[in-house]
């Protein structure tokens, strides 16, 4: 309190101050001479101490106020610091409290702490299970009540209730119900171009998902069922397509494992796409290929006419010439007034002229047959090549950057085998019987000389 009146004072001598330097500065602009200035600061200060009176006065009336509000003030403070000690006093008598009833819940509780243990465990290991099972296609939001169940069993506040465990009892009951039924129902898919489309879905158990012959998968992020992308081989398909057609029973390629051996069976590439992976090597060897087969082709149609034709030349005396058993025997005609040497030497010439003919093209299969192989080899170089610079390039960490090398070199050397080896058996199927009918005309030829012989002896 002395401060502030000593603080009020000064403020008052300062103001005082000023005022008589301002009435002494206007008289000095209006006084006309020194005893006029005189009279007029005698008259400021009487007036100037008259207001000062005035002032002490006011400040005077004003300090039983401001003593009241001081005294407001300190009491205001003295029950703030009285409330907070005896909340302080009771926050610790709840701590106790709290302390002893928790004990004690724990001991009420005994091996049923235990139990919810394991229900939260459970449901925790019930609601992964709901996220991949396809059953959720057909039963959706199966996972909130688990959710909820888990989080709060986690809150050692909550207990579960009786509908709570029942309720988890029946998820898990009808889990195992629905995992041996067969279902229709209908439902948006998502098809392989992006189409949403609603269509009668068949659930195999808990296991697959089918549709217009066509496998499925359950997408748990979005909730939705969509049609695979790559679909496993026809004879997979086949299946479902019985499945589906059936309304009593039918032969299903089922997956154990809930999508794990489907999406292995996807990703197998099939044969264009093995094919594929030769690169231009293996193209080169199926165009080789099937050249080679085209002139097999020809050729035992072509030994086939000609066999059919010397068989029947065979039975008949009269030679033809539309064959070349027929060819020869007409030389006999031709030669009838010869000599037995020179008329097999006729006959001799005229079966080189045939042979050529009979073999015509065969070689050409056999080497077929030969470079195929090593095609398939020069493929297997370059896709080694391919692979030990990828290596050399990003290590060995990523198998998949050594895949195209190893699939080239694995998939050409196949390709020269698949040709090579039904090349060889072309070859020597053909070349049999192109000698099969040498033989014939050679028999034929030999009977021929006998026969003069024997006329001339």
Request: hydrophobic residues 45%; glycine residues 8%.
């Given at each position: 309190m002395k401060k502030l009146f000593s603080r009020l004072g000064k403020a008052s001598c300062a103001t005082l101050l000023?005022?008589?330097?301002?009435?002494?500065?206007?008289?000095?602009?209006?006084?006309?001479?020194?005893?006029?200035?005189?009279?007029?600061?005698?008259?400021?200060?009487?007036?100037q101490s008259a207001q000062n009176q005035q002032r002490e006065a006011e400040f005077k009336s004003k300090v039983a106020e401001q003593g009241a509000l001081l005294t407001a003030a300190q009491n205001k403070r003295d029950q703030a610091i009285n409330?907070?000690?005896r909340l302080e006093q009771d926050f610790q008598k709840n701590e106790v409290t709290l302390a002893n009833q928790t004990e004690a819940?724990?001991?009420?509780?005994?091996?049923?702490?235990?139990?919810?243990?394991?229900?939260?465990?459970?449901?925790?290991?019930?609601?992964?299970?709901?996220?991949?099972?396809?059953?959720?296609?057909?039963?959706p939001n199966r996972g909130v009540f688990l959710n909820e169940f888990a989080q709060s069993m986690g809150s050692t506040s909550k207990l579960a209730s009786i509908?709570?465990?029942?309720?988890?009892?029946?998820?898990?009951?009808?889990?195992?119900?629905?995992?041996?039924?067969?279902?229709r129902f209908n439902r948006e898919v998502v098809n392989a171009n992006g189409e949403r489309v609603n269509k009668d879905v068949i659930r195999v158990g808990g296991f697959n998902l089918i549709a217009d012959g066509k496998y499925l998968e359950y997408v748990n992020e979005t909730g939705s069922v969509a049609e695979l992308i790559r679909q496993p081989s026809s004879r997979h398909l086949?299946?479902?397509?019985?499945?589906?057609?059936?309304?009593?029973?039918?032969?299903?390629?089922?997956?154990?494992?809930?999508?794990?051996?489907?999406?292995?069976l996807v990703q197998a590439p099939d044969t264009m796409e093995r094919v594929e992976q030769g690169g231009p090597v293996g193209y080169i060897i199926?165009?080789?290929?099937a050249i080679g087969l085209l002139i097999a082709l020809e050729r035992f149609i072509s030994l086939v006419i000609v066999g059919n034709k010397v068989n029947r030349q065979l039975k008949s005396d009269t030679p033809s010439s539309d064959n070349p058993l027929g060819r020869v025997m007409m030389v006999k005609t031709e030669g009838a007034n010869v000599d037995n040497e020179t008329l097999e030497l006729k006959l001799s010439e005229s079966i080189l002229r045939e042979v050529p003919k009979l073999s015509s093209?065969?070689?050409?299969?056999?080497?077929?047959?030969?470079?195929?192989?090593?095609?398939?080899?020069?493929?297997t170089v370059t896709g080694m090549i391919n692979t030990f610079q990828a290596?050399?390039?990003?290590?060995?960490?990523?198998?998949?950057?050594?895949a195209g090398g190893i699939s080239q070199a694995l998939v050409t050397t196949v390709l020269g085998l698949v040709v090579a080896i039904p090349m060889v058996f072309l070859f020597t199927f053909l070349n049999s019987r192109s000698r099969k009918i040498i033989n014939i005309l050679q028999q034929e030829s030999t009977g021929i000389i006998a026969e003069r012989a024997e006329k001339g002896a």
């Open positions: 000023l005022s008589a330097v301002g009435i002494n500065a206007n008289a000095a602009e209006e006084a006309a001479n020194l005893d006029e200035l005189l009279n007029q600061l005698a008259q400021g200060s009487a007036a409330l907070s000690t819940l724990n001991k009420r509780l005994g091996e049923l702490k235990e139990l919810f243990g394991v229900l939260q465990q459970v449901a925790g290991d019930t609601r992964s299970k709901f996220q991949t099972s396809v059953i959720s296609a057909q039963i509908e709570e465990i029942e309720r988890l009892w029946f998820e898990l009951q009808r889990e195992m119900t629905e995992t041996g039924k067969v279902s086949a299946t479902a397509q019985d499945l589906e057609n059936s309304q009593t029973s039918a032969t299903f390629a089922l997956d154990p494992t809930g999508g794990s051996i489907l999406s292995l199926l165009a080789i290929g093209k065969l070689t050409l299969i056999k080497i077929i047959s030969v470079v195929a192989p090593l095609i398939g080899l020069l493929g290596i050399t390039l990003f290590g060995t960490g990523d198998p998949k950057l050594m």
